[in-house]
């Protein structure tokens, strides 16, 4: 269940506990990402407009005496044409582009799904060490006991730079008393430094082990010859939950034991009067305001090899480690409040350095607002509103990180959380976006992520949330094109019906509009890159539907306008002017190709005009219209295909009209902006 052992190896890989871990959590499913949500509701009213739709016509063209044959042949026309069949493919390329653009900000995305979700996030929950902070661990000030001190200079993982030992007792006993303390806390600790012509070579272990020993090195303390002095009997290694961790060794004959931990835990392993507890306490206290970890270092001779016997130990002194804030992270946080995400930060430091971190971050302002484990553990049935009024969690055990975000999702949060160690697994899998921590995490919890952090670096998840949103708004560009084109079709359609007309396009016209012109172009919205303000706008409800109110008026303004346009022109080509089926199909079908060409500029944004947004930031899109309409062009002359489509070559006088007649959609789509635009101003000014 703990410690340290010496095993053989009987097991890998997914036969192994953790490899087990790791397959329930690959069976087990965490929440559904939105969008995937906001699709099967989008497909089912798509299926249910559709199923009425057929089912209205086959009615009426049953009572008007159609043959079966008329009826189901209309009926699979009308189906293609409500069905938007090219919503899969692009909004895979949208998910796709994201991902990679995401992929250049140093997040990998696992779930393609989750591209959107980290857009959709109310809430971050992030790990502290590493994340937030640089996970350099180093040594700034020993205190000794009144009146007794040293500051310690040098960056972490280095062996250069001074310690000054000063205080009102003579400086050879405070050198003493240091070299006693770092002595201490060098065998308290597992790390291993190699150092080589005074330079660290290889420094591997905990980051907090490899600051004792580096500040050992400094005091020109050798770890294999302290080895050699002291040599090991037993030792309690850390964990979360003891937060301490001690060796026993042999020296002259006697045992001894050392500790290093929470100062709080250490102080219950020595022998002190109320007044010396005091003092340690507040300076402790002190420097934990000031934003340092402290950790406190006992040792002494004992009884026996085992935690019972740390008991009237000596105290050694404190540690003052600062594990200095990534310099990138204030305006990350700055940037996620703009962008309406809050976030909270869970550490396993001392409420004070916790706190005192979290307010140089703006992450808390109040000392209330910081609460631990143990206070959580404490709350029983007020525990949901300790957690909703908390900003910072600290001295926090692994497994209450899942308890924590189960309370936030309680609350009407999405949660995204970060974590890196197999314990962090559960949290990561609960949570409805994962971020596991690619540099220093471990496989099960890469495994449970749904997004790896390749540089550790909470300040990579801004342009993720920028690019999750950036994806969410092309997927609505998309549906907005393929929704108003099927909707437009389906009008044409029943107002020919009405009028008494034959069908006006066939079912392998309404398949090459959806799946050959149209779906070239719709592809090309997936290249959109984000708008401005992205993240300026508070994150969108996880219930939100994608059909909402302003994609039904997008929907019907403008397939409404294509759709009386188009029946228009078949009913005055094949009514009026006595064209025959094949001809006014085969215009009605050039003139529905160049709506949609038309159609795709307006869809670009859906509150922008079209002319504030240059085509030169998505040349794809231009390639994409020139494309569709040269294959469209194409087919009119290529034997065989023209036969199968029904099209033959037009004037190019006749083109013009027709195109001059798609152009009209843009005064459509542009007015309807300008007048939502004008609608939403007049109301905020209303409510301000």
Same mark, same amino acid.
């Given at each position: 269940?703990?410690?340290?052992?010496?095993?053989?190896?009987?097991?890998?890989?997914?036969? @192994?506990?953790?490899?087990?871990?790791?397959?329930?959590?690959?069976?087990?499913?965490? %929440?559904?990402?939105?969008?995937?949500?906001?699709?099967?509701?989008?497909?089912?009213?798509?299926?249910?407009?559709?199923?009425?739709?057929?089912?209205?016509?086959?009615?009426?063209?049953?009572?008007?005496?159609?043959?079966?044959?008329? *009826?189901?042949? +209309?009926?699979?026309?009308?189906?293609?044409?409500?069905?938007?069949?090219?919503?899969?493919?692009?909004?895979?390329?949208?998910?796709?582009?994201?991902?990679?653009?995401?992929?250049?900000? #140093?997040?990998?995305?696992?779930?393609?799904?989750?591209?959107?979700?980290?857009?959709?996030?109310?809430?971050?929950?992030?790990?502290?060490?590493?994340?937030? @902070?640089?996970?350099?661990?180093?040594?700034?000030?020993?205190?000794?006991?009144?009146?007794?001190?040293? &500051?310690?200079?040098?960056?972490?993982?280095?062996?250069?730079?001074?310690?000054?030992?000063?205080?009102?007792?003579?400086?050879?006993?405070?050198?003493?008393?240091?070299?006693?303390?770092?002595?201490?806390?060098?065998?308290?600790?597992?790390?291993?430094?190699? *150092?080589?012509?005074?330079?660290?070579?290889?420094?591997?272990?905990? @980051?907090?082990?490899?600051?004792?020993?580096?500040?050992?090195?400094?005091?020109?303390?050798?770890?294999?010859?302290?080895?050699?002095? =002291?040599?090991?009997?037993?030792?309690?290694?850390?964990?979360?939950?003891?937060?301490?961790?001690?060796?026993?060794?042999?020296?002259?004959?006697?045992?001894?034991?050392?500790?290093?931990?929470?100062?709080? @835990?250490?102080?219950?392993?020595?022998?002190?009067?109320?007044?010396?507890?005091?003092?340690?306490?507040?300076?402790?206290?002190?420097?934990?305001?000031?934003?340092?970890?402290?950790?406190?270092?006992?040792?002494?001779?004992?009884?026996?090899?085992?935690?019972?016997?740390?008991?009237?130990? $000596?105290?050694? %002194?404190?540690?003052?480690?600062?594990? /200095?804030?990534?310099?990138?992270?204030?305006?990350?946080? &700055?940037?996620? =409040?703009?962008?309406? !995400? %809050?976030?909270?930060?869970?550490?396993?430091?001392?409420?004070?350095?916790?706190?005192?971190?979290?307010?140089?971050?703006?992450?808390?302002?109040?000392?209330?607002?910081?609460?631990?484990?143990?206070?959580?553990?404490?709350?029983?049935?007020?525990?949901?509103?300790?957690?909703?009024?908390?900003?910072?969690?600290?001295?926090?055990? /692994?497994?209450?990180?899942?308890?924590?975000?189960?309370?936030?999702?309680?609350?009407?949060?999405?949660?995204?959380?970060?974590?890196?160690?197999?314990?962090?697994?559960?949290?990561?899998?609960?949570? #409805?976006?994962?971020?596991?921590?690619?540099? $220093?995490?471990?496989?099960?919890?890469?495994?449970?992520?749904?997004?790896?952090?390749?540089?550790?670096?909470?300040?990579?998840?801004?342009?993720?949330? &920028?690019?999750?949103?950036?994806?969410?708004?092309? !997927?609505?560009?998309?549906?907005?094109?393929?929704?108003?084109?099927?909707?437009?079709?389906?009008?044409?359609?029943?107002?020919?019906?009405?009028?008494?007309?034959?069908?006006?396009?066939?079912?392998?016209?309404?398949?090459?509009?959806?799946?050959?012109?149209?779906?070239?172009?719709?592809?090309?919205?997936?290249?959109?890159?984000?708008?401005?303000?992205?993240?300026?706008?508070?994150?969108?409800?996880?219930?939100?539907?994608?059909?909402?109110?302003?994609?039904?008026?997008?929907?019907? !303004?403008?397939?409404?306008?294509?759709?009386?346009?188009?029946?228009?022109? =078949?009913?005055?080509? =094949?009514?009026?002017?006595?064209?025959?089926?094949?001809?006014?199909? #085969?215009?009605?079908?050039?003139?529905?190709?160049?709506?949609?060409?038309?159609?795709?500029?307006?869809?670009?944004?859906?509150?922008?005009?079209?002319?504030?947004?240059? +085509?030169?930031? #998505?040349?794809?899109?231009?390639?994409?219209?020139?494309?569709?309409?040269?294959?469209?062009?194409?087919?009119?002359?290529? /034997?065989?295909?023209?036969?199968?489509?029904?099209?033959?070559?037009?004037?190019?006088?006749?083109?013009?009209?027709?195109?001059? *007649?798609?152009?009209?959609?843009?005064?459509?789509?542009?007015?309807?902006?300008?007048?939502?635009?004008?609608?939403?101003?007049?109301?905020?000014?209303?409510?301000?």
């Amino acid at each position: 269940m703990a410690g340290r052992a010496t095993g053989i190896v009987i097991r890998t890989g997914k036969t @192994t506990e953790i490899g087990q871990i790791a397959a329930s959590l690959a069976k087990n499913e965490s %929440g559904t990402p939105p969008l995937v949500q906001k699709l099967k509701r989008l497909t089912h009213l798509i299926a249910l407009f559709t199923l009425a739709a057929v089912a209205g016509v086959a009615l009426i063209q049953f009572l008007n005496g159609k043959s079966f044959v008329d *009826i189901f042949t +209309l009926a699979v026309a009308l189906s293609v044409a409500a069905i938007p069949a090219g919503l899969p493919v692009a909004i895979t390329v949208a998910l796709s582009v994201a991902s990679s653009r995401m992929a250049e900000r #140093n997040v990998i995305v696992r779930r393609l799904a989750a591209v959107e979700g980290l857009g959709s996030c109310t809430l971050i929950a992030s790990d502290k060490t590493g994340t937030l @902070t640089a996970n350099k661990l180093t040594v700034q000030r020993v205190w000794l006991g009144p009146n007794r001190q040293a &500051e310690i200079g040098g960056e972490a993982r280095s062996l250069e730079g001074e310690v000054t030992a000063g205080g009102e007792t003579p400086e050879d006993e405070t050198c003493e008393a240091l070299r006693t303390f770092a002595t201490g806390g060098a065998l308290a600790s597992e790390g291993e430094l190699t *150092i080589a012509q005074g330079e660290i070579q290889k420094a591997e272990g905990d @980051t907090t082990d490899l600051a004792f020993l580096v500040l050992a090195a400094k005091l020109g303390i050798d770890q294999q010859t302290l080895a050699d002095e =002291y040599p090991e009997e037993d030792r309690i290694p850390f964990e979360a939950s003891k937060f301490f961790s001690a060796t026993f060794n042999t020296s002259q004959d006697r045992l001894v034991a050392h500790a290093k931990g929470a100062p709080e @835990t250490i102080i219950d392993m020595c022998s002190l009067d109320d007044e010396t507890r005091q003092t340690i306490e507040k300076q402790q206290k002190d420097w934990a305001n000031e934003g340092f970890r402290v950790l406190a270092v006992a040792g002494g001779e004992v009884d026996a090899a085992n935690e019972e016997s740390l008991r009237n130990l $000596s105290f050694l %002194g404190l540690v003052a480690l600062i594990d /200095p804030i990534r310099d990138e992270v204030p305006e990350a946080i &700055e940037r996620c =409040y703009g962008a309406g !995400v %809050g976030v909270r930060m869970i550490t396993g430091d001392h409420p004070d350095t916790a706190y005192a971190i979290g307010s140089s971050l703006k992450l808390a302002d109040e000392r209330d607002q910081v609460i631990t484990g143990k206070a959580l553990s404490e709350a029983n049935d007020e525990a949901d509103v300790r957690i909703g009024r908390a900003r910072v969690f600290a001295r926090v055990e /692994p497994l209450q990180k899942t308890e924590i975000v189960e309370s936030l999702q309680r609350d009407g949060h999405y949660v995204a959380v970060t974590g890196d160690g197999v314990n962090d697994a559960p949290a990561l899998d609960r949570a #409805n976006i994962g971020i596991a921590m690619g540099a $220093s995490g471990t496989d099960v919890a890469r495994s449970a992520g749904d997004l790896i952090l390749t540089d550790d670096n909470f300040a990579s998840v801004v342009p993720g949330i &920028e690019w999750g949103r950036t994806a969410y708004d092309n !997927v609505r560009k998309v549906v907005w094109l393929l929704l108003s084109t099927g909707t437009a079709e389906v009008l044409l359609f029943f107002l020919a019906l009405g009028f008494g007309l034959p069908i006006p396009l066939t079912a392998v016209q309404l398949l090459w509009l959806n799946m050959v012109t149209n779906g070239i172009q719709d592809v090309a919205l997936g290249f959109e890159k984000a708008e401005p303000g992205v993240l300026d706008r508070p994150p969108r409800s996880p219930d939100e539907p994608i059909f909402n109110r302003r994609m039904v008026e997008n929907v019907l !303004v403008s397939g409404i306008y294509i759709g009386v346009v188009a029946f228009g022109v =078949y009913y005055y080509l =094949y009514s009026v002017m006595g064209m025959d089926e094949a001809q006014a199909r #085969n215009l009605t079908l050039l003139l529905m190709v160049l709506f949609e060409n038309i159609h795709l500029l307006s869809c670009r944004s859906e509150r922008r005009s079209l002319f504030k947004v240059p +085509l030169r930031s #998505n040349p794809l899109l231009l390639l994409s219209i020139i494309g569709a309409h040269g294959i469209h062009v194409a087919a009119m002359y290529i /034997p065989g295909l023209k036969d199968v489509l029904g099209v033959s070559p037009v004037s190019w006088q006749t083109w013009a009209v027709l195109l001059g *007649i798609a152009v009209t959609l843009l005064f459509v789509d542009e007015s309807a902006k300008w007048l939502r635009s004008r609608k939403v101003s007049s109301g905020k000014a209303s409510s301000g």
